[in-house]
């Protein structure tokens, strides 16, 4: 049985940092592409950041040069390191596992006050 399990959410103000975790069980981190996702409030989900199997790392624009996505292939998670945030960044945020399947987190709120 898949299971993600964020954690790091929380509220910070404008300018602040945030580290956000994903535990994985149940399947190899090193071994899928995994990617976390935000859902804004009254928004769909979109796309951050992803990690390939090779340990690629891709952006959205809006997280470049602000976000780091990285792995720990000995703890089997991944991790989004959140910088200068803004109040454009909050929402849910999910883990996600592209394996056979889709595997989702839970989620992790960030709320980021101005």
């Known amino acids: 049985q898949v299971q993600l399990v964020e954690s790091g959410g929380g509220l910070v103000q404008a300018g602040g940092s945030l580290r956000l975790s994903c535990a994985a069980s149940?399947?190899?981190?090193?071994?899928?592409?995994m990617g976390w996702y935000r859902q804004a409030p009254g928004k769909q989900r979109e796309l951050v950041a992803t990690?390939?199997?090779?340990?690629?790392?891709i952006y959205a624009d809006t997280a470049k040069g602000r976000f780091a996505l990285s792995r720990d292939n000995a703890k089997n998670a991944v991790y989004l390191q959140m910088n200068s945030l803004t109040p454009e960044d909050r929402g849910v945020y999910s883990c996600?596992?592209?394996?056979?399947?889709?595997?989702w987190g839970q989620g992790t709120q960030v709320t980021v006050s101005s």
């Open positions: 996600c596992a592209r394996a056979t399947y889709y595997y």
């Open positions: 149940g399947i190899i981190v090193s071994r899928n592409i």
């Open positions: 990690i390939t199997r090779i340990g690629s790392t």
